[in-house]
Every structure is written in structure tokens, then in C-alpha cells.
């Protein structure tokens, strides 16, 4: 039968066996020494971090060289001499791109098929919510252990903890949202066990004749000099109060990357101005002994005049839809009701203490 009287729906399995034999022969083994060959440069920086022998990385390269000089015509990388980077083909690079984009779509589709089957819980964190994380596993760890779940904790920074959930990278996340006393609409497809809320300062090292205290109010930020994280909490905290285009209607004297970095340059004195940061970080910093040369830091109690009225939700999030999925013997059903026990003794305590 001519090719163009074969039935489009026996394609695919002719294409399927067509394959070449070089392509056949490839392992997943061979492209991700591929790949590290491609972000380390050589075979012997690439052996290293296998924890293989230089030969035994060079016999794969040689292996998928032949290969695709064989059905392509060009081989996928080329020696520059010694001390020199491989240099890769466009056949390599494309190869390189491809191997990248497998790899990680068979990891994603291996580490969904173990989640679903209770081999495998992925838990993001913030620094700050790290404890909540650990006192429910310690809680769940006896069941979860004997059933040799693995678990793994992974550190998220607040401005990506939401995306993450969403994307299904994590099971479960514990941080820190901007909130309202009503609610927020995020929250609607989500399990939620609240830790505590709480509201925003100002960590300063301005002087009280430059910005008098105890309090300021948050319609007045926009005559502070203001120290602004790129994304995240503060950012949409701004965001709430002053639009998307807050940079235009405020003063903003240095973009930061993380609060660390803030409360370093405010102390060194190379920028003067306020830092909003949570009540917890803000106690934290203020008052404590500067080294020499720095600047004391202060807080100053933001009063939020505008709308909507923001707060702090620190918290553990997990999906509905996944807590219903499963049933109350999955680990991660196990782990929230971990979650909700945790949550319950650190409250009592927290009411024990005030």
C-alpha cells in the first residue's frame, strides 16, 4: 500500500517502527551525561560530578556522537583541544534542549505517580514557618516512616510560595499571605490551618524628628523615603493600597531582592529611609546592638487608614481537591491532620502564655 493510502490512524505505529536503531539504543543514563557535559563544559568536570571516571563519561559521548552522525550526519559535540570547553553542534544543542525537556517531563510524571500513590510528600516552606513544618512531621513521622514515604521539605521564597501550590510542585506549603479580615478569594479551592494574623511595620532608621512614632499611618507612606522588595508580601501590601503602579505614586529610594538585604542597607546607613516588614521580623531587628558603624534600627506601628484593610495570614495550604481525592489513610491527609494538631497545641499554648 503507498504511503498516502495508509489510514492516518495507522501512522503513529508505522512512525513508531521506523525508529532509528540509534535512537533506540539511547538511554535516559546517556542523556543526562549529555546534559551535565553541557552545563559543567568537559567530560572530566562532568565525571566528577557523577562520580564517574572520565572514560566512562567520554564512551557515552563518543556512543551518542556515532549515533547521530548516523542518522543526522552531525555529531553532537566537538573537542576544542585540552583545557578547552566542548564545543556543541546545533544537532548538540537541539539534542541538549530535547534531553532537558524529557527528562524532566518523565521526573514530573514519576514524582505525580508516587504522590498519587502515597510514595512521596513535597512540602515547601518559608524560612520563618520552617517549625510548623517540622513539629507535623515529627507528629506524623511514626505512620509515614512505616510506610516509607519519602518526604522533602522545600525552602520557598513568600513571592513564589503560591505559584508553586498552584503548579502542583508542592502537596502541601507553609508561609505567609497578604490577607483581609473577610477573606481572600485565593482561598476558596484551598484547605487552610491558621498559625496567626498580624499586621505590618515599619523598620526604620530614620530619626523621630524625620518620622515621629509610635504609629503612621499607611495613607502617609507616599511622604516616607521606602526601601521595596521586587515581589512578595510588601510588595502586595503596596499593591493593595496604591495600585499595581505603586512605584509611580511612591517614593521609593531602593528596589531589594529579600529582607535581609534591606535590613543590611538600612543599618549600613546608605540609604536612609523604612523597610515594611512583618511584626515578627520587625521585633527581631529593632533595638538590638549595631555593630560599629551601622545605625539602630526602630519600628514604627503602621496604622492602615486605606482600603482594603490588609493583614498578615501565616498558615498551612493544601488543595481541596487533592484532600478529597485521597482517602483519610494517604499520607497526605495524614500530614494535614498532623497540621491541624499542631496548630491546635501551638494555639493553646500561645492562649496559655497572654
Excluded at 533595638?287 to 498578615?312: K, S
Aim: proline share 5%.
Amino acid at each position: 500500500m503507498p504511503p498516502s493510502d495508509v489510514p492516518s490512524h495507522h501512522r503513529p505505529l508505522d512512525d513508531l517502527l521506523d525508529c532509528p536503531a540509534g535512537l533506540l539504543d539511547t538511554t535516559f543514563d546517556q542523556l543526562r551525561t549529555l546534559l551535565v557535559v553541557h552545563e559543567t563544559g568537559s567530560a572530566l568536570r562532568a565525571a566528577r560530578v557523577l562520580g564517574r571516571e572520565q572514560s566512562s563519561v567520554q564512551k557515552q559521548l563518543d556512543t551518542l556522537n556515532r549515533n547521530c552522525q548516523a542518522m543526522c550526519g552531525e555529531v553532537l559535540t566537538l573537542r576544542q583541544g585540552r583545557g578547552k570547553d566542548y564545543l556543541f553542534t546545533p544537532a548538540g544543542e537541539d539534542a541538549a534542549r530535547l534531553a532537558r525537556e524529557t527528562l524532566g517531563r518523565w521526573q514530573d510524571a514519576v514524582h505525580q505517580s508516587r504522590r498519587r500513590l502515597g510514595r512521596m510528600l513535597t512540602v515547601g516552606t518559608t524560612e520563618f514557618t520552617l517549625p510548623i513544618v517540622s513539629r507535623a512531621w515529627a507528629r506524623a513521622s511514626a505512620d509515614l516512616g512505616a510506610r516509607e514515604v519519602e518526604f522533602r521539605a522545600v525552602h520557598v521564597r513568600t513571592k513564589d510560595m503560591w505559584a508553586r501550590l498552584e503548579s502542583n510542585e508542592m502537596d502541601l506549603v507553609c508561609g505567609t499571605i497578604v490577607s483581609t479580615p473577610e477573606g481572600d478569594r485565593r482561598l476558596r479551592d484551598h484547605a487552610v490551618v491558621e498559625y496567626a494574623r498580624g499586621r505590618a511595620m515599619l523598620l526604620t532608621n530614620l530619626a523621630e524628628d524625620e518620622l515621629p512614632g509610635p504609629r503612621a499611618r499607611t495613607s502617609a507612606l507616599a511622604e516616607l523615603p521606602l526601601v521595596v522588595p521586587a515581589a512578595g508580601l510588601i510588595a502586595d501590601f503596596l499593591a493593595g493600597w496604591y495600585g499595581a503602579a505603586f512605584r509611580d505614586r511612591l517614593n521609593v529610594v531602593a528596589d531589594i531582592d529579600d529582607v535581609h538585604y534591606g535590613r543590611s542597607l538600612l543599618r549600613s546607613g546608605f540609604v536612609r529611609g523604612c523597610m515594611i516588614v512583618t511584626e515578627s521580623i520587625g521585633r527581631r531587628t529593632a533595638g538590638g546592638p549595631a555593630e560599629p558603624g551601622e545605625l539602630p534600627l526602630r519600628t514604627v506601628e503602621l496604622h492602615d487608614d486605606l482600603e482594603p484593610r490588609a493583614e498578615l495570614m501565616t498558615g498551612a495550604f493544601v488543595r481541596k481537591a487533592d484532600l478529597e481525592r485521597y482517602d483519610d489513610g494517604h499520607p497526605l491527609n495524614l500530614l494535614w491532620a498532623a497540621v491541624h494538631e499542631d496548630a491546635r497545641h501551638y494555639l493553646a499554648g500561645r492562649r496559655a502564655s497572654s
